[in-house]
């Protein structure tokens, strides 16, 4: 291994230049392995208290308000054990050119012109006065709000951009009128029974669909599928980029190199010591890399809360959550990366170095 | 020192942080990211909030389980995805079957 530093330390630059975008590349990578399990395990944990099921109304298959008369129906079928209906619907605020998400509930005791707001409005807001918000109802009329409460910022996740208000301001607010709702939460005794329910509701009512806990869960378990979406193209171009460059510099034995393992021959090493030589320069290469990249990423992700993929998941948004996430590591999709980043790499370096060492090494010296 | 001992122990090193991230690290604040899943717990079952905020600039993507088919087109019928974060994401589940 003495030798093989040696040996990489005379092409310094090369090699401090390969293991930096190969450290990049590995975290990149690594970063999103990391955000995405740590966001779905957030998400299975969380919405795992989300309503068993969730009945819209749709007309001409657009979602449409959904008349209180259909409550009672759906309390009268076997298993279902409670059923709420939800306003809330989205707000558009011109000065902050920012969209909040308004909720009507009762659990907060809230006075008709009280509402509580989550940390996200407050940030993005842009015109509170005296911890009042000043909103347009659908007519055209202001409505002033006291701030009564903030939300626990630790909930921003799913808060940062909530406004809760109770019904009757909500109506106020976007003109819905009495008898409707936006949908209805329904609640199932026997979750074995969510399915065979929700048939039940689609029965009595064609012009409803119903939208399961487990939909809901399997939608954000395949959210951030970094095998399809602009990530892996993103991704697609570096990696194609590195990897012409990385078999540019494996296959493409420089004459130096060939000289190199043609005198080392001539000195009486075999072709299983070149092979070995080229390995551990591969092996230092790859597994410097691997580390610098993992370490790197778990601190983007853990430690700076994946501050470099906030433009990408901000978009044109105006509010964005602050959060941090658990540290959940796959160990699966990590030792993937580690074989994905070792042993291509170690291979294209041994093969060129195979073809060169076979030949004579009077040869390859007069070609250096 | 060698220069195969100091990579050596640069590696060594890089293993016991590496291990200590992955198996130590995650201990330090368990009591904190309980605390906090919690109360996000308490706030989804009390609201029954059933999406994550994490995307506001669109509504189909502000909440990806409840979005209907024409909530992604709603600007016009030949609309092609111009919110980065409908890049990002995909339809729910019952729209990919």
């Given amino acids: 291994m003495d030798f093989t530093l040696s040996s990489m330390l005379r092409r310094k630059w090369k090699n401090i230049s390969l293991i930096v975008v190969y450290s990049a590349i590995v975290f990149m990578i690594t970063s999103v392995i990391f955000f995405a399990n740590a966001i779905r395990k957030e998400a299975e944990a969380v919405l795992q208290d989300a309503p068993e099921v969730v009945i819209q109304k749709l007309m001409a298959g657009r979602h449409d308000l959904i008349p209180l008369t259909y409550v009672e129906k759906i309390m009268e079928i076997r298993g279902v054990r409670d059923v709420e209906a939800r306003l809330w619907g989205y707000y558009y605020h011109q000065a902050a050119g920012s969209n909040y998400t308004v909720m009507a509930t009762d659990d907060l005791a809230l006075k008709d012109d009280e509402v509580v707001i989550g940390h996200g409005v407050l940030r993005t807001w842009g015109t509170v006065r005296e911890k009042q918000l000043y909103i347009r109802g659908y007519d055209g009329r202001l409505l002033i709000l006291k701030i009564k409460d903030i939300l626990n910022a630790d909930t921003e996740l799913f808060s940062a951009d909530l406004i809760l208000t109770t019904a009757s301001s909500f109506r106020r607010i976007f003109g819905v009128p009495a008898g409707f709702a936006t949908d209805l939460a329904v609640r199932i005794r026997n979750l074995n029974e969510c399915q065979t329910i929700a048939e039940k509701i689609v029965g009595i009512f064609p012009d409803t669909r119903p939208v399961l806990r487990e939909e809901i869960l399997r939608t954000y378990r395949s959210l951030f599928d970094w095998r399809s979406g602009y990530?892996?193209?993103?991704?697609?171009?570096?990696?194609?980029?590195?990897?012409?460059?990385?078999?540019?510099?494996?296959?493409?034995?420089?004459?130096?190199?060939?000289?190199?393992?043609?005198?080392?021959?001539?000195l009486g090493w075999d072709t299983?010591?070149?092979?070995?030589?080229?390995?551990?320069?591969?092996?230092?290469?790859?597994?410097?890399?691997f580390f610098i990249g993992v370490l790197g990423a778990y601190v983007h992700v853990f430690f700076t809360r994946a501050s470099l993929f906030e433009h990408a998941l901000k978009g044109w948004a105006v509010l964005y959550p602050l959060f941090r996430l658990k540290p959940e590591i796959n160990f699966y999709q990590l030792s993937v990366v580690f074989a994905l980043t070792v042993f291509p790499y170690v291979l294209i370096t041994i093969v060129p170095a195979w073809r060169v060492s076979t030949t004579d090494p009077d040869a390859v010296m007069r070609q250096g | 020192m060698r220069k195969s001992t100091t990579y050596l122990i640069f590696i060594a090193a890089c293993i016991t942080l590496l291990g200590f991230l992955l198996w130590v690290h995650p201990h330090f604040n368990a009591n904190y990211?309980?605390?906090?899943?919690?109360?996000?717990?308490?706030?989804?079952?009390?609201?029954?909030?059933?999406?994550?905020?994490?995307?506001?600039?669109?509504?189909?993507?502000?909440?990806?389980?409840?979005?209907?088919?024409?909530?992604?087109?709603?600007?016009s019928p030949m609309a092609f995805e111009h919110f980065p974060s409908g890049s990002l994401t995909l339809p729910p589940l019952r729209f990919r079957k």
């Fill in chain 2, 33 to 75: 990211f309980e605390n906090s899943i919690r109360k996000k717990q308490q706030l989804v079952k009390m609201l029954g909030i059933t999406d994550m905020c994490l995307f506001t600039e669109a509504r189909y993507t502000r909440h990806l389980s409840q979005a209907d088919h024409f909530a992604a087109f709603q600007d």
């Fill in chain 1, 231 to 266: 990530v892996l193209v993103l991704l697609s171009g570096a990696v194609l980029a590195f990897l012409i460059f990385a078999w540019d510099k494996a296959t493409g034995l420089s004459g130096e190199e060939k000289s190199e393992i043609g005198i080392l021959k001539a």
């Fill in chain 1, 272 to 289: 299983s010591d070149i092979l070995l030589l080229k390995f551990w320069e591969g092996s230092v290469i790859c597994l410097t890399a």
